[in-house]
Nanobody, 122 residues
Framework: QVTLEESGGGLVQPGGSLRLSCVAT????????IGWFRQAPGKEREFVAV????????SYADSAKDRFRVSRDFAKNGVYLEMNSLKPEDTAVYYC???????????????WGHGTQVTVSS
């Protein structure tokens, strides 16, 4: 069993930045691909980014390219999503998920965190 905990969400003005964290309590986390997803009110959950288990490869949704960056810290069992140039349409609950498939599909992930709220507003 892998328990994931997200943090780092909050209220930020348009153009601002946030760094989300996803930390697990087990080292097996470092063997798993980690995806970031988000869900806005009234919308379906959507893919944001994914980091391969090695941390070497990452993939991003078109909406996140050039603005978001995912990284890993193996010593801390952590994966981070750095978000820059935030827009109001980035407002959503952000979730991290762990699995053994490097995929943008939510169904490919076995473990999910409870999410952290990101609100972009002036």
């Amino acid at each position: 069993q892998v328990t994931l905990e997200e943090s780092g969400g909050g209220l930020v003005q348009p153009g601002g930045s946030l760094r989300l964290s996803c930390v697990a309590t087990t080292e097996i986390f470092n063997e798993l691909d980690i995806g970031w997803f988000r869900q806005a009110p009234g919308k379906e959950r959507e893919f944001v980014a994914v980091s391969s288990w090695s941390g070497v490869t990452a993939s991003y949704a078109d909406s996140a390219k050039d603005r978001f960056r995912v990284s890993r810290d193996f010593a801390k069992n952590g994966v981070y999503l750095e978000m820059n140039s935030l827009k109001p349409e980035d407002t959503a609950v952000y979730y991290c998920a762990a699995g053994r498939h490097f995929s943008p599909q939510a169904g490919s992930y076995d473990y999910w965190g409870h999410g952290t709220q990101v609100t972009v507003s002036s």
